[in-house]
């Protein structure tokens, strides 16, 4: 099974992991909640000789980019602890240092949490958000025409990502769909494709991170940059193609057909967050 | 350090872990916000050869419990699932059908979530529920004089624990506190009365379940019912002692010091979600 077919399964099950958040309507407000939560585990997403304040940042990261993809503001999150026992007051400490720290910076108030234990470290972050109502970004409105953009730069597995909150919000009423990029370009191009029924053709430069890989640009994930499309230009990102009719999910890169290769959870036994160089394509399969 | 120690700790970095839920206020809205996240991880809150539907159900109980003890009705859930690689389609649609009959009693929509993978199934579980603007029960609000009272049976380990959500909203007019009672009436209680800056004398019979011991009554956990205060005399719980002034955190059961004794995640090496019969006393410190 893979993560699309079991997305697919669970979603005939009433579960809509289509976008990167839950939308709550509020019907009184003049907003809509965003919810995301997003796992974040030792041996899969970080390992334990990692500068704790990374992990926390990078826990947290995950979750206000989220919030990005849908052109939210971040409000609140709620962080689940459970520690293994290696994880010492210390790391504790340091790890809501670099947690907080990022939250400071998106106003971001932790306001509750969970703790227990475990034989690995275990973190779930929840982020709420709030958006105009009615203005989420989604990965459905993708249409023929529309350009492909990217912001930042692909493949460089920053070691702090930096969520684009900013941007996002710039988005809203700019953009017809749009998702961030967490497992690679080609798996998450192709999922936003099938969300919205159609094809892209990838015809521009791509925007590779300084000492990055054409491979990893493409396939490694963890660059939490936003991927989205627009009718009009768009000047604070790159575009690199261009949404087209065709059968739903298909990319071609320059003439040539992109298989998505990014992170599949559900085909991969290797641990993630410990890549510097992209993974040799076997690991993918 | 101890789960309380901890708790301590974290709350002097702003995460208010005081009550079961987050209270997020809508300004606009007749109505708060409830956010509770719970982690439910296989060797530690249930076992791969358990039933899947009742781990499914365990799962999601636990937040639906949270919202309970916060006088809420809960609206939405996302679950955020890490599997294993013994975790097959089989297992995963099992677990999503106990999880989704529990919802679905209590008009709970799934709404969203994550997927990864883990060495061990890994589940978090968020419930988002809602209450009148104000109206959510807290664990601060016992005072000297009130009743304490604990719904249902203690001790008695349900394997599908049924979360109290009718009573916890008719308790909204008339509970001064409330929680749920997850770790253990004697670590809970103690709990409360640390918020809420009282002692308490228990000095009426406590409501075992049929074959449980009082020391599984007091100490084992995982029963799901609410512990609450009242002023006025509350017929659909049993009434088991009074709040009194004294040390905060002080309980004297029968005129005996009784120590907070239930499951603390820093000092248990043992999994949870095992337990038939309580554990010996040693495995709890």
Chains 1, 2 share one sequence.
């Not at 034989?119 to 958006?131: L, N, Q």
């Not at 969520?163 to 996002?168: A, D």
Request: net charge positive; hydrophobic share 40%.
């Amino acid at each position: 099974m893979t993560e699309l077919e079991l997305v697919a399964s669970l979603r005939r099950r009433g579960q809509g992991i289509g976008d990167d958040c839950a939308i709550l309507p509020s019907p009184a407000s003049a907003n809509d909640l965003l919810l995301t939560t997003d796992l974040f585990i030792e041996d899969v997403h970080f390992l334990r000789k990692h500068p704790p304040e990374q992990s926390g940042h990078r826990a947290l990261a995950r979750g206000l980019s989220d919030i990005a993809a849908m052109g939210g503001d971040p409000k609140w999150c709620l962080v689940s602890l459970a520690l293994a026992p290696w994880a010492g007051p210390r790391w504790v400490e340091r790890f809501y240092d670099g947690l907080l720290a990022l939250a400071r910076r998106y106003r971001t108030k932790l306001v509750g949490g969970d703790l227990s234990h475990a034989e690995k470290v275990t973190v779930d972050i929840v982020v709420v958000g709030s958006v105009p109502k009615g203005k989420a970004l989604r990965r459905n409105g993708a249409r023929p025409g529309d350009g492909i953009y990217v912001s930042g730069a692909l493949g460089g597995f920053p070691r702090l990502p930096e969520p684009r909150i900013t941007l996002g919000k710039a988005l809203r009423a700019q953009a017809t769909s749009c998702m961030d990029l967490s497992d690679g370009l080609s798996i998450d191009l192709h999922r936003l494709c099938i969300e919205s029924q159609v094809a892209a053709v990838l015809d521009r430069p791509l925007p590779i991170a300084p000492k990055a890989t054409l491979e990893a640009a493409l396939h490694q994930g963890e660059d939490y940059e936003l991927l989205f499309t627009a009718r009009k230009r768009i000047t604070e990102a790159t575009q690199i193609g261009t949404i087209v009719e065709g059968p739903p999910g298909t990319i071609t890169l320059f003439g040539s057909n992109l298989q998505p290769k990014g992170y599949d959870h559900f085909r991969v036994g290797q641990a993630r967050g410990l890549r510097r160089a992209p993974s040799p394509p076997k690991s993918r399969k």
